[in-house]
């Protein structure tokens, strides 16, 4: 998928690299979100009021603006909807009932992000689809995640909403800390050092791999408890944005863009250099 992100980045803006692409794309400003907010229950389980929801969204405007330890990702999330459905299926299994829930629901375009709750599980507590996966199905596009996992919620370690920003992290192109382990490329960024494996809890200090650096373990793309999580780094930042510039940034002069929070939603588009 890395490979796919130079080339593509290559194709539209004569560069895959991040730095240099960087100055650009933060010229253009921040870059907001619209979010689409699926809130998918049975009866009264699994049904999260209007502040639940905007709870969430202010964590997720921490988290990425580094309010919370890290780098500012200069990424933002609006609250474009919100709507519940009553559906013990889809509820229960929404994994099961994944293509069908959101083929009814979801709403926007590829810079749209659709965030579906619903009874994910206590192995996982979310699933994402990466920015690569929107060319071949778009339909398909967004992040479920578990209904107890949102600020305030019922699971015990994740309880403060970092499960969305965590797996948001991958909506927006970023891969686990510990991807590929101690092997090159591991997650193909510089500045989080190499970690062998996920880590638990919240360890006190940990260094799994021969290169240099501890082990990331604050780091939202890592599995650690939410009270142990707390930042993104520069380098996932401009992940980040390359990642946004070449599978989400509204095409010029296509009506891509989700229009759901007035003009342009503050969308970031950025123009092909040539
Ligand atoms: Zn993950």
Redesign the pocket.
Known sequence: MLADLRRTLADRYGTSDERRLDSTLRRAGRLVVPVRFHVIHNGRRGWLSNKDVRRQISTLNAAYGGAKGGVDTHVRFRLASHGHTDSAAWFYSPRLYENSMKRRLRKGGRNTLNVYTAAVGTDVL???TFPQWYRRKPHMDGVVIDYRSLPGGSFRHYDRGYTAV??I??WLGLF?TFENGCRTPGDGIADTPYEARPAEGCPYSRDTCRQRGRDPIHNF?D?AHDSCMREFTAGQGRRIRAAWAAYRAPRRGARSVDLGTGPAAGALSVGAPR
């Open positions: 979310g699933f994402s965590h797996e992290g991958h686990h793309m599995y």
